[in-house]
């Protein structure tokens, strides 16, 4: 039982901390392609507070800047990319990749796209050049539109939608039709997320807290969410802001099963954490006393075995005893007079035990006296097998 709840609360504990604490390279305006000539801005956004200082790299290479965020006045097709960002308090970013391009016609979309979010897409074409007649295509159908920029609408899953683009651009005296191709990656907007339980071995009449924990879209970390807690299936309070329930007096009958879900306000986005076995035990002395208890029922047995092995391996077996010097106590004198000899304190024997040199060693140590009881020490071992 202590096992299954090591194991779950070890499960519970293991989360991902890495999100908050990585920084997100966003383009201004938010395409992840432009034209040579055209200007953009890429800016490294963190979320931990505090002074920061920053480092960027391009295609792995550092670059001299350590300024938040940097200005490509007049892009040139060596300023495409990954673009990547880092502070003295963060790890490196995800890779941005920006495309600098020539031609005339480029369908324009955002770096980042989460699911939820109204897609903007521009039909885009050199700048200067006059251009008319552009035509998208969305859901397979090609349809007519005034505008170069347009709305597609809110994205309800996650996954990767190619578009398309056409567009009449006049040079040479005529217009030209050119057609461009966009892949947009819906991100989620939030993970499944995951139950945390603080403290990690919660005890009767101590306080435990609940985290109901996910990832966000990144830059979306204004999301408002809406979360609840579940116990065996029972709601245990209705949808809240607060990503966290709290048992302020933890017994028992806390135990139990828990899931948390969590919701976009408006209902489009809800998703249920794995569920969390719960178990309140009496207290951390209980609980040590059993995997105290649970070692010494190993340990004891192997320890008094290994010690029985170590210490007595020769008293197996037929030794002769031997006598002290004094004659009265010598082998004859002791089948004589048994009695005598266990009430005399001058008589002495012990037995000689066999090493690899023969027989040597008294054991114990000194011959003792006969009419002392026989007092086995437990001291290292000298013979070796
Ligand atoms: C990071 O750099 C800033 C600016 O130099 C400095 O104020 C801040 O103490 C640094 N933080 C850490 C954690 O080194
Ligand atoms: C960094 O910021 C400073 C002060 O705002 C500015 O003078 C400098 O030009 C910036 N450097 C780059 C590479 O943008
Ligand atoms: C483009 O527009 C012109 C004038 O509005 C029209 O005559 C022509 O048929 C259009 N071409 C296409 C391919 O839609
Ligand atoms: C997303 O779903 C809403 C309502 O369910 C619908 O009006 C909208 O057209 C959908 N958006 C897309 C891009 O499919
Ligand atoms: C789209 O997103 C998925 C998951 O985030 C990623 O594995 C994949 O490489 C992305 N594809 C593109 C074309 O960016
Ligand atoms: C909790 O879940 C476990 C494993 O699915 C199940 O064996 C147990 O009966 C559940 N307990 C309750 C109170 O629902």
Same mark, same amino acid.
């Given at each position: 039982m202590s096992a299954f709840l090591l194991m779950t609360t070890v499960y519970s504990i293991t989360g991902n901390s890495e999100a908050a604490d990585t920084p997100v390279v966003s383009f201004s305006p938010n395409w992840k392609k432009i034209f040579v000539y055209e200007?953009?801005?890429?800016?490294?956004?963190?979320?931990?507070?505090?002074?920061?200082?920053f480092y960027w790299y391009k295609d792995n290479r550092k670059l001299h800047t350590n300024n938040q965020s940097f200005t490509i006045e007049f892009a040139d097709e060596m300023n495409a990319g990954n673009y990547q960002c880092k502070t003295n308090q963060t790890q490196r970013s995800r890779p941005a990749k920006m495309s600098v391009l020539g031609g005339w016609v480029i369908l324009q979309a955002p770096l980042l796209i989460c699911e939820g979010d109204v897609l903007f897409l521009k039909c885009h074409s050199f700048p200067g050049r006059n251009a008319r007649n552009t035509t998208f295509s969305l859901d397979g159908k090609w349809l007519s539109f005034l505008e170069d920029?347009?709305?597609?609408?809110?994205?309800?899953?996650?996954?990767?939608?190619?578009?398309?683009?056409?567009?009449?651009?006049?040079?040479?005296s005529r217009y030209h039709s050119h057609t461009d191709t966009t892949t947009v990656n819906v991100t989620e907007l939030f993970s499944e997320p995951e139950i945390k339980v603080d403290p990690i071995l919660p005890t009767v009449g101590t306080a435990v807290t609940l985290t109901c924990d996910l990832d966000l879209c990144p830059l979306r970390v204004d999301t408002e969410l809406h979360f609840v807690f579940y116990k065996d299936g029972q709601k245990l309070r209705e949808f809240g802001l607060s990503n966290k329930y709290q048992i302020n007096t933890a017994g028992p009958a806390d135990s139990g099963n828990y899931t948390c879900e969590a919701k976009t306000?408006?209902?489009?986005?809800?998703?249920? !954490?794995? *569920?969390?076995?719960?178990?309140?035990?009496?207290? %951390?002395?209980?609980?040590? +006393?059993?995997?105290?208890?649970?070692?010494?029922?190993?340990?004891?047995?192997?320890?008094i075995i290994f010690n029985y092995?170590?210490?007595?391996?020769?008293?197996?077996?037929?030794?002769?005893?031997?006598?002290?010097?004094?004659?009265?106590?010598?082998?004859?004198?002791?089948?004589?007079?048994?009695? !005598?000899? *266990?009430?005399s304190s001058?008589?002495?024997?012990? %037995?000689?035990?066999?090493? +690899?040199?023969?027989?040597?060693?008294?054991?114990?140590?000194?011959?003792?006296?006969?009419?002392?009881?026989?007092?086995?020490?437990?001291?290292?071992?000298?013979?070796?097998?």
């Open positions: 200007s953009v801005t890429i800016t490294c956004n963190v979320q931990a507070p505090g002074a920061h200082w920029k347009i709305q597609v609408g809110k994205l309800n899953g996650t996954g990767t939608e190619t578009y398309k683009c056409r567009k009449e651009v006049y040079y040479n306000r408006d209902n489009h986005i809800k998703k249920t !954490s794995k *569920m969390v076995h719960l178990q309140i035990e009496k207290s %951390l002395i209980f609980l040590a +006393s059993v995997l105290v208890a649970a070692l010494l029922t190993i340990l004891i047995p192997t320890v092995r170590r210490h007595f391996p020769q008293l197996r077996g037929n030794f002769p005893l031997h006598f002290s010097d004094n004659p009265s106590c010598s082998s004859s004198a002791w089948k004589a007079n048994l009695s !005598s000899l *266990m009430s001058c008589c002495m024997f012990g %037995l000689r035990l066999p090493n +690899s040199k023969g027989y040597r060693s008294w054991y114990p140590r000194h011959p003792f006296p006969l009419n002392q009881e026989v007092f086995v020490p437990t001291q290292r071992r000298r013979h070796k097998q």
